[in-house]
């Protein structure tokens, strides 16, 4: 469904952030982004729906070039790419049911929605959403009331919000600890599996890795270094991505 | 050390005579040397400046100082008592010129305190009161025909029988229809409107008032030429409690005021409001510093504002008094355009502070510009935005209160007058009423800024 072709972002500053990346996603897959801090997951992800626009290279989604599109066209490309975040990224001052109807507004009439009118039945389906990731009893709380996980929650339910065929999940679970991370993974997975939504997510964990995953992609510098299946990321392919001195730590995991 | 004696003591001591300093400096003591001077040269310039000769004594001592200093070479006689005198002469001085002077605030106590305690009556109501008023047009001095002194008016009837008064004169003021049994009040007024005198009678069983007047020669303080005759006017009247309380006249005009100032300080907050959105958009870091023709607006818009934001508004009235003349339109005028510089600085602020996260998120959902500015702009800025607003109000409030003073209008305006005027229970009177209102304006703005964080 996604192909990413000879992707390159050079940063304003002249950072490079990706080098001549390019791999392919197919129908349902939950391909996991692994790599050290800055080694450009977060540029990859975001130069998928255009937050950022890459330097060189494309990418196709459903044989729709994304990077050459723009105005209501990228919008109506970006309506079908769910986003997750690592800070949840909430409006905090706003109640959680404008959160998650927020996730609607590439549907709905610009006009009658910037004025703040929402369709009865939308409301329904932020009901449903929110339901769905059994937090239903805080429809009505500010965003900033929430914890972390529920925050997280709500993010998802936003996200479901635009019946995407994609999802992108920039280290959903970095913020949360392991049990809630299991949890929101957990969510993330019956959407692919259930749903037969495609995810591309960034992970640190491995635990969460080998879980999850059915593909992993290993950058480091914003070269790809690593693609293959999670069994596959032994103790030599780890130092590869992760570097020598990360061996010691994440290696134990392994064992 | 041991050339200290390289160059006579004798010439050394001559030349510090000449010019303090001047020989330690010979004798290599720079230190000291320059210090002398610069103590001497100081002092003596003060002195000649404040223009009091007996200050002269400080840089003379100082100069004597340094003789014996230079006498008393090697050893010196140090710089402390040089610096003691001086640091005397500093403060003395300063002291006279801001004229400090603690004995004042209890010198002149006992004529303040007349004025102190009018300050405590306030006068902002009073008992409600019915009124009965007459009055009759009089000539004065008199002329060789004088019109006659005789008024009539909704059965009130107030004549003056020897139809004209010339200074000295006992005239005999006379007023029917009044209540029976009742004091009644006498005004002269002059021609020109002001009160020459004024003195009290009692009405008889029937309502008729008589009094005999003698005319003084301030009736004619006002008139050019004393000896021309000129209509005045004796104006009586009586009034009497309805019960009840009433505003005064002065607490009518403070009500007024207030109303001006509020009214004046809102409408100034808001238009100042609109213009500083635009503003403060335009000084915001994160938004225009993306490419260099923004950039340079950017720190164009930053630096008027804070320029324009420097200049007190006070200021800032007097020269709109200058161009579109007194009354309140020049004090709004300069609270607005203050509150443009002071709220676009601190609207780019909030700004700078959002959070971009959100921002991210909404526009990854395939929402507009539009939506993305409603839904993950506005909600970030409103409150602050708000918050900024009401007290700037309040500020406002406080700022247009002080603005009345040269002329624009509101309670600052009566205040003013008053003061000049030395209507001291209507200043105290205005006094409480602004505190209330500033005490009032500012729990209720501390309450809502809370609810809005
Ligand atoms: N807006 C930007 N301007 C300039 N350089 C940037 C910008 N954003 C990221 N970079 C740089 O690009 C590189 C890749 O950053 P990116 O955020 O994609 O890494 P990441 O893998 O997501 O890291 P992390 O795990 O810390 O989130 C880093 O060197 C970073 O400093
Ligand atoms: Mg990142």
């Given at each position: 469904m996604l192909k990413v072709e000879h992707l390159t972002k050079v940063y304003p500053g002249g950072t490079v952030a990706l080098k001549d990346l390019s791999f392919e996603v197919s129908d349902g897959e939950f391909l996991v982004i692994i790599g050290l801090s800055g080694s450009g997951k977060s540029t990859l992800l975001r130069c998928i729906n255009r937050l950022i626009d890459p330097t060189e290279g494309k990418v196709i989604?459903?044989?729709?070039?994304?990077?050459?599109?723009?105005?209501?066209?990228?919008?109506?490309?970006?309506?079908?790419?769910?986003?997750?975040?690592?800070?949840?990224?909430?409006?905090?001052?706003?109640?959680?049911?404008?959160?998650?109807?927020?996730?609607?507004?590439?549907?709905?009439?610009?006009?009658?929605?910037?004025?703040?009118?929402?369709?009865?039945?939308?409301?329904?389906?932020?009901?449903?959403?929110?339901?769905?990731?059994?937090?239903?009893?805080?429809?009505?709380?500010r965003a900033d009331a929430l914890s972390g996980g529920q925050q997280q929650r709500?993010?998802?339910?936003?996200?479901?919000?635009?019946?995407?065929?994609?999802?992108?999940?920039?280290?959903?679970?970095?913020?949360?600890?392991?049990?809630?991370?299991?949890?929101?993974?957990?969510?993330?997975?019956?959407?692919?599996?259930?749903?037969?939504?495609?995810?591309?997510?960034?992970?640190?964990?491995?635990?969460?890795?080998?879980?999850?995953?059915?593909?992993?992609?290993g950058l480091k510098d914003g070269v790809k270094v690593f693609e293959g299946s999670p069994a596959e990321i032994n103790r030599e392919k780890f130092k590869e991505i992760y570097g020598e001195e990360a061996q010691d730590v994440r290696a134990t995991a392994l064992e | 050390m041991t050339d200290k004696k390289i160059f006579p003591k004798s010439l050394s001591v001559l030349l510090s005579i000449i010019l303090p300093g001047l020989g330690q400096v010979f004798q290599r003591k720079y230190r000291s040397g320059i210090s002398f001077f610069i103590a001497f040269a100081t002092a003596f310039a003060v002195t000649l400046w404040y223009g009091k000769p007996i200050w002269f004594i400080i840089p003379a001592v100082i100069w004597i100082w340094n003789i014996w200093d230079i006498v008393s070479f090697p050893k010196g006689k140090g710089l402390v008592i040089p610096l003691l005198l001086w640091l005397l002469m500093a403060y003395g001085?300063?002291?006279?010129?801001?004229?400090?002077?603690?004995?004042?605030?209890?010198?002149?106590?006992?004529?303040?305190?007349?004025?102190?305690?009018?300050?405590?009556?306030?006068?902002?109501?009073?008992?409600?009161?019915?009124?009965?008023?007459?009055?009759?047009?009089?000539?004065?001095?008199?002329?060789?025909?004088?019109?006659?002194?005789?008024?009539?008016?909704?059965?009130?009837?107030?004549?003056?029988?020897?139809?004209?008064?010339?200074?000295?004169?006992?005239?005999?003021?006379?007023?029917?229809?009044?209540?029976?049994?009742?004091?009644?009040?006498?005004?002269?007024?002059?021609?020109?409107?002001?009160?020459?005198?004024?003195?009290?009678?009692?009405?008889?069983?029937?309502?008729?008032?008589?009094?005999?007047?003698?005319?003084?020669?301030?009736?004619?303080?006002?008139?050019?030429?004393?000896?021309?005759?000129?209509?005045?006017?004796?104006?009586?009247?009586?009034?009497?409690?309805?019960?009840?309380?009433?505003?005064?006249?002065?607490?009518?005009?403070?009500?007024?005021?207030?109303?001006e100032t509020l009214a004046l300080a809102l409408l100034s907050t808001i238009i100042g409001a609109i213009f500083a959105i635009p503003f403060g958009f335009l000084a915001a870091r994160n938004l225009m510093t993306a490419n260099?023709?923004?950039?340079?607006?950017?720190?164009?818009?930053?630096?008027?504002?804070?320029?324009?934001?420097?200049?007190?508004?006070?200021?800032?009235?007097?020269?709109?008094?200058?161009?579109?003349?007194?009354?309140?339109?020049?004090?709004?005028?300069?609270?607005?355009?203050?509150?443009?510089?002071?709220?676009?600085?601190?609207?780019?602020?909030?700004?700078?502070?959002?959070?971009?996260?959100?921002?991210?998120?909404?526009?990854?959902?395939?929402?507009?510009?539009?939506?993305?500015?409603?839904?993950?702009?506005?909600?970030?800025?409103?409150?602050?935005?708000?918050?900024?607003?009401?007290?700037r109000w309040d500020i406002n409030v406080r700022s247009s209160t002080i603005i009345g003073f040269v002329g624009g209008g509101g309670i600052g305006f009566f205040l003013w007058q008053w003061i000049v005027l030395q209507d001291f229970r209507a200043v105290g009177s205005a006094f409480v009423a602004i505190a209330v209102v500033v005490v009032i304006l500012d729990f209720f703005s501390a309450k809502i800024r809370e609810r809005l964080v």
């Open positions: 989604l459903d044989g729709i070039d994304v990077t050459a599109s723009k105005g209501a066209e990228l919008r109506h490309i970006r309506r079908k790419i769910g986003m997750i975040f690592q800070h949840f990224n909430l409006v905090k001052r706003s109640s959680v049911l404008t959160n998650v109807l927020n996730g609607r507004l590439g549907y709905l009439n610009p006009w009658t929605s910037t004025l703040g009118f929402f369709p009865a039945d939308e409301k329904k389906r932020a009901m449903d959403a929110l339901k769905r990731l059994s937090i239903d009893d805080k429809v009505d709380s709500v993010g998802i339910a936003r996200t479901l919000m635009q019946e995407p065929t994609l999802i992108l999940a920039d280290e959903p679970v970095a913020s949360l600890d392991p049990v809630l991370a299991h949890s929101i993974m957990q969510y993330l997975e019956q959407l692919n599996k259930e749903d037969k939504v495609t995810v591309i997510c960034s992970l640190h964990y491995l635990d969460l890795i080998q879980r999850y995953a059915t593909r992993v992609i | 001085i300063g002291g006279q010129v801001t004229e400090f002077n603690l004995q004042a605030l209890f010198s002149n106590f006992s004529r303040s305190r007349d004025m102190v305690s009018q300050l405590f009556k306030f006068d902002f109501v009073q008992p409600k009161a019915e009124r009965i008023e007459g009055y009759t047009d009089i000539q004065s001095p008199c002329s060789d025909f004088p019109p006659a002194a005789d008024h009539e008016e909704n059965g009130v009837r107030v004549y003056v029988v020897q139809t004209c008064a010339n200074v000295g004169d006992v005239i005999t003021v006379i007023g029917e229809g009044f209540w029976p049994n009742q004091l009644t009040t006498f005004y002269w007024q002059n021609p020109i409107g002001g009160k020459a005198m004024a003195t009290e009678a009692t009405s008889d069983a029937n309502g008729k008032v008589t009094l005999e007047w003698k005319v003084l020669s301030i009736v004619h303080t006002t008139a050019p030429d004393p000896t021309i005759p000129q209509i005045h006017r004796i104006k009586v009247s009586q009034s009497r409690p309805i019960g009840g309380m009433e505003l005064s006249a002065v607490g009518g005009y403070i009500v007024q005021g207030i109303y260099p023709v923004s950039t340079v607006i950017y720190m164009i818009v930053r630096t008027v504002l804070n320029i324009v934001r420097s200049i007190e508004a006070l200021i800032m009235a007097i020269i709109f008094v200058i161009i579109v003349g007194l009354g309140p339109f020049p004090g709004m005028i300069a609270l607005t355009v203050h509150t443009v510089a002071a709220l676009g600085k601190l609207y780019s602020e909030v700004i700078e502070g959002i959070d971009p996260g959100p921002i991210e998120a909404i526009k990854a959902t395939g929402a507009n510009w539009l939506q993305v500015a409603r839904y993950a702009v506005i909600p970030q800025i409103v409150p602050a935005f708000t918050s900024l607003t009401i007290y």
